[in-house]
């Protein structure tokens, strides 16, 4: 019983065959998927899959590379569109500093406007950070004094530091196929420090596919090589990570929790 809690089943690479990526998870014991939103042309087709298909979620939001040109997107667009019974989560937002592909100040507002969504609903937000630890880090604290909400650091590849920082306020970290990557040392180190109560395991698919897969489009099957490099690594059994990865995976998305 894995979960995938972090794919972007409408993307160029997974979309073209959808069907038979969906069987190979299955085939491989994912028995959930969350269908994650960058923009807001994707929404109708990532919430599309969901509803077709029983073992899939979806998410609303804006990519940090995307704030600059989705200045409407704001709290209550978020929110009303995270009403639909399929929509588990808000993001993926955040700030990405290292490609600036949109304004940064502009990241920060739109960051904002992600939390201030999944205040209002209940529902976690799905955090991306990248050479923007500090920020990041300021900006969840100083939100989470105006009222608490919940969250997660997905395809998490900072520092201890900042994992830290995270887990004090509550927040999961979800650990992607970077992490079986042999220059990885520190996020290895890191990956078995993060209490078990608190780790989600995700692909980030048609991206970064662990290893035996490097250079092969992902897909959400290869989260079980994942879930067995984790597993190894954190002295567990297999079957122990994907049973307490999905466990928390319902807590957290808990509108999935069905």
Known sequence: MLTDSHCHLNHKGLVEEQAAVLARARAAGVTTMLNISTKAREWDEVIGVAEREPDVW??????????????????????????????VGIGESGLDFYYDHS?????????RSHIAAARQTGLP???????????????????????????????????????????DLGLFISMSGIVTFKNARDLQATAREIPADRLLIETDA?????????????????????????????GETVEALAASTSANFRKLFSKAAV
């Open 206 to 234: 048609p991206f970064l596919a662990p290893v035996p897969h490097r250079g092969k489009p992902c897909e959400p099957a290869f989260v079980a090589d994942t879930a067995r490099f984790l597993a190894d690594l954190r």
């Open 58 to 87: 979806a998410s609303v939001g804006i990519h940090p590379h995307e704030a600059d040109v989705h200045p409407d997107v704001e709290t209550e667009t978020l929110a009303l569109r995270a009403q639909h019974p399929r929509v």
């Open 125 to 167: 937000i799905i955090v991306h950070t990248r050479d923007a630890e500090e920020d990041t880090h300021r900006i969840l604290a100083d939100e989470m004094e105006k009222g608490a909400f919940t969250g997660v650091i997905h395809c998490f590849t900072a520092s201890a530091d900042f994992a830290r920082e995270a887990l």
């Open 103 to 111: 304004d940064r100040d502009r990241q920060r507002e739109s960051f």
